[in-house]
T-cell receptor
Framework: KAGVTQTPRYLIKTRGQQVTLSCSPISGHRSVSWYQQTPGQGLQFLFEYFSETQRNKGNFPGRFSGRQFSNSRSEMNVSTLELGDSALYLC??????????FGSGTRLTVV | QQPVQSPQAVILREGEDAVINCSSSKALYSVHWYRQKHGEAPVFLMILLKGGEQKGHEKISASFNEKKQQSSLYLTASQLSYSGTYFCGTDAGGTSYGKLTFGQGTILTVHP
């Protein structure tokens, strides 16, 4: 069974640009969540989608947005990038009441 | 609010035991435990639902005290492969169901 796939693995962007990250969940998993991981703040919840609907959103500015498609694949977008957005962005999927399976993440560096 | 994990770090010799605690100030629906090795994604260990059940996974088990909103992860007869950072993630349920709030992590190092 294929795991959670995130693309790209690494990204370098310039301040002010925007970026789109992609996540393909495990087949059959309808819940997809996004997390930001930094050394200073740890793992922070961004948003969670279920059947194309955003069920929860974390305390991030409106520059962070996401969506989920009918095949459960998800994307997150960050507009007007800031240096502080440099982080590892993790996508995770689950089915029902099980635990989350995380992808390997996208390492975003903003210069 | 972020759950508090203790200790922040622990160093063990192979074969020794360890306990990692996770405490929340909010009523919880469930507690998740994950292990993350350096440069890798967090890996799910177990989930505990309110009701105080205890679960086991190989030599790793956990408990959840619903009244105290505390969970503990027990690692017995530790192995080198247990090294990594352990995170608890709490889910308050209700309208927040699916939103995990993670603790700051506990770094576990197992030496030969």
């Amino acid at each position: 069974k294929a795991g959670v796939t995130q693309t790209p693995r690494y990204l370098i962007k310039t301040r002010g640009q925007q970026v789109t990250l992609s996540c393909s969940p495990i087949s059959g998993h309808r819940s997809v969540s996004w997390y930001q991981q930094t050394p200073g703040q740890g793992l922070q919840f961004l948003f969670e989608y279920f059947s194309e609907t955003q069920r929860n959103k974390g305390n991030f500015p409106g520059r962070f947005s996401g969506r989920q498609f009918s095949n459960s694949r998800s994307e997150m977008n960050v507009s007007t990038l800031e240096l502080g957005d440099s982080a590892l962005y993790l996508c995770a999927s689950k089915a029902g009441g099980a635990g989350y399976t995380f992808g390997s993440g996208t390492r975003l560096t903003v210069v | 609010q972020q759950p508090v994990q203790s200790p922040q770090a622990v160093i063990l010799r192979e074969g020794e035991d360890a306990v990692i605690n996770c405490s929340s100030s909010k009523a919880l629906y469930s507690v998740h435990w994950y292990r993350q090795k350096h440069g890798e994604a967090p890996v799910f260990l177990m989930i505990l639902l309110k009701g105080g059940e205890q679960k086991g996974h190989e030599k790793i088990s956990a408990s959840f005290n619903e009244k105290k909103q505390q969970s503990s992860l027990y690692l017995t007869a530790s192995q080198l492969s247990y090294s990594g950072t352990y995170f608890c993630g709490t889910d308050a349920g209700g309208t927040s169901y699916g939103k995990l709030t993670f603790g700051q992590g506990t770094i576990l190092t197992v030496h030969p």
